[in-house]
């Protein structure tokens, strides 16, 4: 049974950072495909950066440059770097394990960005 557990998420004031990390278990997880993914109240859930099993990366053009996603295949664990955060920011962040028609989702994490 696939398990995707989220965390690290939080209050944060503008300009600020978080780091959230995704273990997963149940899977081959070097093999996946790992997004993270938000959704703002009333709004559709959005891709906001992802990353292959051979490391390849692509970002949502609002977060390129101020967030990085990473894995640690021996920890089945995924990260992203949130730096520079903004309010518009603010969302539930998931996180996703793809590989072919197979999808994933853990529950999310809370991240609000607020002075």
């Known amino acids: 049974q696939v398990q995707l557990v989220e965390s690290g998420g939080g209050l944060v004031q503008p300009g600020g950072s978080l780091r959230l990390s995704c273990a997963a278990s149940g899977i081959i997880f070097s093999i996946y495909v790992m997004g993270w993914y938000r959704q703002a109240p009333g709004k559709q859930r959005e891709l906001v950066a992802a990353?292959?099993?051979?490391?390849?990366?692509n970002y949502a053009d609002s977060v390129k440059g101020r967030f990085t996603i990473s894995r640690d295949n021996a920890k089945n664990t995924v990260f992203l770097q949130m730096n520079s955060l903004k309010p518009e920011d603010t969302a539930v962040y998931l996180c996703?394990?793809?590989?072919?028609?197979?999808?994933?989702w853990g529950q999310g994490t809370q991240v609000t960005v607020s002075s």
């Open positions: 990353i292959t099993s051979g490391g390849s990366t």
């Open positions: 996703k394990a793809r590989r072919g028609i197979h999808n994933s």
